[in-house]
T-cell receptor
Framework: DAMVIQNPRYQVTQFGKPVTLSCSQT?????MYWYQQKSSQAPKLLFH???????NEADTPDNFQSRRPNTSFCFLDIRSPGLGDAAMYLC??????????FGAGTRLSVL | AQSVAQPEDQVNVAEGNPLTVKCTYS??????LFWYVQYPNRGLQFLLK??????LVKGSYGFEAEFNKSQTSFHLKKPSALVSDSALYFC???????????????FGAGTRLAVHP
């Protein structure tokens, strides 16, 4: 089935050690998103790609970066994770219809 | 500015009883409204959406939602709750006027639904 796949499901990193989360999609959607979700709170949009165009939310810290080498893949890089960055990170895509499809998420722990 | 309010942190329902999860919105222009469900340690799953047309929208797993323009509400409902419906439910509104499928969703804070046997 076409879907949004996030790897790994669980990621543990050390304080200050760079970490990369990955997302792939088989839906061929042109828009991909990264959301941060803390502890049963509402997901918070970090940034999105419209094709290769990168769009950062105004309040996304510089510590968070993203790469999209092709339509199928998108990466979230956290350059120096802090304890406050421990969260669930959700990747999503959207179609022309506007309905978003979410991956299962990567839960990041920072020790 | 667009916003979504889910006034209840938690809703408790007995299995077999009807359930309602409330959502109100504030948006300029015509609203695009969504409900998503999240099970523990999972991503969000799409339930249903309202864009235009019939005010009663039917979605996945027997859920439906009623769009009420005068009350700016989009409450999620199900006639008979199941224990397996226990999850976190998010209402969302789409920020307007982005082309090409860009779909910035603004989420409510979420409502935890607990269905008891």
């Amino acid at each position: 089935d076409a879907m949004v796949i996030q790897n790994p499901r669980y990621q543990v990193t050390q304080f200050g050690k760079p970490v990369t989360l990955s997302c792939s999609q088989t839906l061929n959607h042109n828009v991909m998103y990264w959301y941060q979700q803390k502890s049963s709170q509402a997901p918070k949009l970090l940034f999105h790609y419209y094709d290769k165009d990168f769009n950062n939310e105004a309040d996304t810290p510089d510590n968070f970066q993203s790469r999209r080498p092709n339509t199928s893949f998108c990466f979230l890089d956290i350059r120096s994770p802090g304890l406050g960055d421990a969260a669930m990170y959700l990747c999503a895509t959207s179609a022309q219809s506007g309905t978003m499809s979410f991956g299962a998420g990567t839960r990041l722990s920072v020790l | 500015a667009q916003s979504v309010a889910q006034p209840e942190d938690q809703v408790n329902v007995a299995e077999g009883n009807p359930l309602t999860v409330k959502c109100t919105y504030s948006v300029s222009g015509n609203p695009y409204l969504f409900w998503y469900v999240q099970y523990p340690n999972r991503g969000l799953q799409f339930l249903l959406k309202y864009i235009t047309g019939d005010n009663l929208v039917k979605g996945s797993y027997g859920f439906e939602a009623e769009f009420n323009k005068s009350q700016t509400s989009f409450h999620l409902k199900k006639p008979s709750a199941l224990v397996s419906d226990s999850a976190l439910y998010f209402c969302a509104v789409r920020a307007p006027m982005f082309s090409g499928g860009y779909n910035k969703l603004i989420f409510g804070a979420g409502t935890r639904l607990a269905v008891h046997p």
